[in-house]
């Protein structure tokens, strides 16, 4: 089993910038690829963006020059540094994690909310 757990959402406006964590804990040494989902009111979920334990990134075009993806495997954290933050950017953030074993794993979220 793997635990993943969101911090560092909040409110911020147009233009702004955030960074939010997760930190992953349990079988951590099974974690492959880790990333961001998003959801805002009554839309789908989203990709944001994921990143491979080596490194390889890949993010949804809307958020490319933008958001920054990153991890830590020392700490078993990752990150997104959120920069020229929108309005369209307010949702909830979900980290993810798949593992060697096939499973996905996901945490609570994290409400980011961009004024206008």
């Known amino acids: 089993q793997v635990q993943l757990v969101e911090s560092g959402g909040g409110l911020v406006q147009t233009g702004g910038s955030l960074r939010v964590s997760c930190a992953a804990s349990?079988?951590?040494?099974?974690?492959?690829?880790m990333g961001w989902y998003r959801q805002a009111p009554g839309k789908q979920r989203e990709l944001v963006a994921t990143?491979?334990?080596?490194?390889?990134?890949n993010y949804a075009d809307s958020v490319k020059g933008r958001f920054t993806i990153s991890r830590d495997n020392a700490k078993n954290t990752m990150y997104l540094q959120m920069n020229s933050l929108k309005p369209e950017d307010t949702a909830v953030y979900r980290c993810?994690?798949?593992?060697?074993?096939?499973?996905?794993?996901w945490g609570q979220g994290t409400q980011v909310t961009v004024s206008s």
């Open positions: 990143i491979t334990r080596a490194g390889s990134t």
């Open positions: 349990g079988k951590t040494f099974s974690i492959d690829a």
């Open positions: 993810w994690s798949g593992t060697y074993y096939r499973s996905d794993y």
